[in-house]
């Protein structure tokens, strides 16, 4: 039984806790702040996070508490009109094998927490902040800002974007600021007007901007998320800011868009970051999980997703370890799972950057071609675009079918480009 201590209590440090105590060794949660608990609203499930619940045992919870809703659909931003949509009914959920679901940050991370409250071999410690640590010839020594340090036989680094661990193992500075500026709340559903509730994820498009609203909380509220493209260049996170600031960004808002926009009262602000696809994950007995390890952007909405998909993979290769084989066997099992995620998470954070700026933000030309390309896909042509996403199974290929890495050190997926797809069939369209 191996003892690993995971860097940060959020869903995903809890679900590597319960991936690493499910294989059967103890995971020690190190969070930061004084209590586990989630910041944000609204966060979208789609059939690979829920492949990855069931494997955590916790997708009961989390299907309880969301909206499985009937479809996502993109629209002209300003004329209203339906660009495309996907209905995520029978023959979707046939094809992926589960429901396209919206949830409240919360209800996800209260599942995960209460799991692991109730998980033998798991232990949450609050108010412990990890900064670094120190691999000797068995063990790792975890570093925290109050002077100790914690021996364990591996360290996690699920300790977010700006995660400690990944300064020292990959040292690679901050993240990358976008540009694009996100105002989110969150409000009743009894406040919105009936014809406006809408059982579907809805994303109105527009030049250099979208707006994103859906019902979280078991359709008791509806989450509303507004992007621009404006180029800001310092990093704010969850900002107290006023409605009329909102409502002046965006005067050019389909008037139904606009009503639920001026629903919102409690905005909070955020300039979205990511980082490029690494190829370093691991030093030793130390790895990066999550966004730790792969920060994307929010256009495919997979950050949780990928999390989710991580844990599993990482609870399946350290599974079978044993006291024994402590030595050099859990600095290799680390470098296999790093191996086996590498690439895929990759691709998505390559996708998503993509998707911001190819199918949510494109201005004339560029949104012209975009709509003539959505206009000719069907369901089926959609779903099958989706395939390699939402079909995928978190428990990975074996680890003797992972592809070798390119001789430049690069990732396949940096090298190959997304893709994605939509990507090769809209660069086709619009050349």
């Given at each position: 039984?191996?003892?690993?201590?995971?860097?940060?209590?959020?869903?995903?440090?809890?679900?590597?806790?319960?991936?690493?105590?499910?294989?059967?060794?103890?995971?020690?949660?190190?969070?930061?702040?004084?209590?586990?608990?989630?910041?944000?609203?609204?966060?979208?499930?789609?059939?690979?996070?829920?492949?990855?619940?069931?494997?955590?045992?916790?997708?009961?919870?989390?299907?309880?508490?969301?909206v499985h809703v009937d479809a996502l659909r993109l629209m002209d931003g300003r004329s209203g009109a339906a660009l495309v949509s996907l209905p995520l009914g029978?023959?979707?959920?046939?094809?992926?094998?589960?429901?396209?679901?919206?949830?409240?940050?919360?209800?996800?991370?209260?599942?995960?927490?209460?799991?692991?409250?109730?998980?033998?071999?798991?232990?949450?410690?609050?108010?412990?902040?990890?900064?670094?640590?120190?691999?000797?010839?068995?063990?790792?020594?975890?570093?925290?800002?109050?002077?100790?340090?914690?021996?364990?036989?591996?360290?996690?680094?699920?300790d977010g974007m700006r995660s400690r661990v990944r300064a020292q193992l990959v040292g690679d500075g901050p993240p990358q600021v976008s540009g694009h500026t996100?105002?989110?709340?969150?409000?009743?559903?009894?406040?919105?007007?009936?014809?406006?509730?809408?059982?579907?994820?809805?994303?109105?498009?527009g030049p250099g901007w979208h707006f994103v609203h859906y019902p979280i909380a078991g359709g008791d509220k509806l989450n509303l998320a507004i992007t621009r493209?404006?180029?800001?260049?310092?990093?704010?996170?969850?900002?107290?800011?006023?409605?009329?600031?909102?409502?002046?960004?965006?005067?050019?808002?389909?008037?139904?868009?606009?009503?639920?926009?001026?629903?919102?009262?409690?905005?909070?602000?955020?300039?979205?970051?990511?980082?490029?696809?690494?190829?370093?994950?691991?030093?030793?007995?130390?790895?990066?999980?999550?966004?730790?390890?792969?920060?994307?952007?929010?256009?495919?909405?997979?950050?949780?997703?990928?999390?989710?998909?991580?844990?599993?993979?990482?609870?399946?290769?350290?599974?079978?370890?044993?006291?024994?084989?402590?030595?050099?066997?859990?600095?290799?099992?680390?470098?296999?799972?790093?191996?086996?995620?590498?690439?895929?998470?990759?691709?998505?954070?390559?996708?998503?950057?993509?998707?911001?700026?190819?199918?949510?933000?494109?201005?004339?030309?560029?949104?012209?071609?975009?709509?003539?390309?959505?206009?000719?896909?069907?369901?089926?042509?959609?779903?099958?675009?989706?395939?390699?996403?939402?079909?995928?199974?978190?428990?990975?290929?074996?680890?003797?079918?992972?592809?070798?890495?390119?001789?430049?050190?690069?990732?396949?997926?940096?090298?190959?480009?997304?893709?994605?797809?939509?990507?090769?069939?809209?660069?086709?369209?619009?050349?």
């Amino acid at each position: 039984m191996l003892n690993i201590a995971i860097a940060g209590g959020g869903i995903g440090g809890l679900a590597a806790a319960l991936a690493v105590a499910r294989s059967g060794h103890t995971a020690q949660v190190l969070e930061r702040n004084t209590e586990f608990a989630e910041l944000g609203a609204g966060i979208q499930l789609a059939p690979n996070a829920f492949r990855a619940l069931d494997r955590l045992g916790v997708a009961e919870p989390v299907r309880a508490s969301a909206v499985h809703v009937d479809a996502l659909r993109l629209m002209d931003g300003r004329s209203g009109a339906a660009l495309v949509s996907l209905p995520l009914g029978d023959a979707y959920q046939r094809r992926f094998g589960s429901p396209y679901s919206v949830v409240q940050r919360g209800d996800l991370h209260t599942a995960l927490l209460r799991a692991c409250h109730a998980h033998d071999r798991v232990t949450l410690l609050s108010g412990v902040t990890v900064t670094g640590y120190r691999n000797t010839p068995d063990a790792v020594d975890v570093l925290t800002a109050d002077g100790r340090s914690i021996e364990a036989d591996a360290l996690i680094g699920a300790d977010g974007m700006r995660s400690r661990v990944r300064a020292q193992l990959v040292g690679d500075g901050p993240p990358q600021v976008s540009g694009h500026t996100i105002h989110r709340t969150v409000v009743p559903m009894a406040e919105v007007p009936p014809a406006l509730r809408w059982n579907s994820v809805n994303l109105w498009a527009g030049p250099g901007w979208h707006f994103v609203h859906y019902p979280i909380a078991g359709g008791d509220k509806l989450n509303l998320a507004i992007t621009r493209d404006d180029g800001a260049r310092d990093a704010v996170a969850g900002v107290p800011t006023g409605r009329d600031e909102v409502l002046a960004g965006f005067p050019d808002l389909h008037p139904d868009a606009r009503r639920l926009l001026e629903l919102g009262r409690k905005w909070r602000t955020w300039v979205l970051c990511d980082r490029a696809p690494t190829d370093t994950w691991t030093d030793g007995r130390v790895c990066l999980i999550g966004d730790a390890a792969h920060p994307m952007l929010q256009y495919a909405a997979q950050g949780a997703c990928m999390a989710l998909e991580d844990a599993v993979v990482l609870g399946e290769t350290l599974d079978g370890s044993s006291p024994h084989a402590v030595g050099p066997d859990v600095a290799g099992r680390l470098a296999r799972f790093a191996a086996l995620r590498r690439e895929r998470t990759a691709r998505v954070q390559e996708v998503s950057r993509w998707m911001g700026h190819a199918l949510y933000h494109p201005d004339g030309a560029e949104a012209d071609a975009r709509d003539a390309l959505l206009a000719s896909l069907s369901p089926d042509g959609l779903m099958e675009a989706m395939d390699w996403l939402h079909a995928h199974d978190s428990a990975g290929p074996p680890v003797a079918a992972v592809r070798p890495r390119p001789a430049s050190g690069r990732s396949a997926a940096s090298d190959q480009g997304p893709r994605f797809p939509l990507d090769r069939r809209f660069r086709t369209c619009h050349t």
